[in-house]
Nanobody, 122 residues
Framework: VQLQASGGGLVQAGGSLRLSCAAS????????MGWFRQAPGKEREFVAG????????RHADSVKGRFTISRDNAKNTMYLQMNSLKPEDTGVYFC????????????????WGQGTQVTVSS
């Protein structure tokens, strides 16, 4: 599966953005997926994950109550709705397919897309 993230941009603190992850290939609808982010000088970190059906989701503590992951298998697309954005949410956001058994670990994902830049100004 090939993935392309989009929807990033520059937003003021307290604002909202919705990221999209468009997938090509027929395996998307059966894959558990995730969003990660990477700030300058920091390691890539888990943001949110979603099961193939969308019935199960997981969000990092740092974004709980503010971000919501979802997917539309008919459109081969995953989303990340980001509300109440903070400057510390700034980074490049990536989508990826989970191939291992854990949501939080980078090494359990493949098919990383190019990423989309999110910048939150204070």
């Amino acid at each position: 599966v090939q993935l392309q993230a989009s929807g990033g941009g520059l937003v003021q603190a307290g604002g909202s953005l919705r990221l999209s992850c468009a997938a090509s290939g027929r395996t998307f609808s059966s894959a558990t997926m995730g969003w990660f982010r990477q700030a300058p000088g920091k390691e890539r970190e888990f943001v949110a994950g979603i099961s193939w059906s969308g019935a199960s989701t997981r969000h990092a503590d740092s974004v709980k109550g503010r971000f919501t992951i979802s997917r539309d298998n008919a459109k081969n697309t995953m989303y990340l709705q980001m509300n109440s954005l903070k400057p510390e949410d700034t980074g490049v956001y990536f989508c990826a397919r989970r191939v291992g058994g854990r949501y939080y670990y980078v090494e359990d994902y493949d098919s990383w897309g190019q990423g989309t830049q999110v910048t939150v100004s204070s």
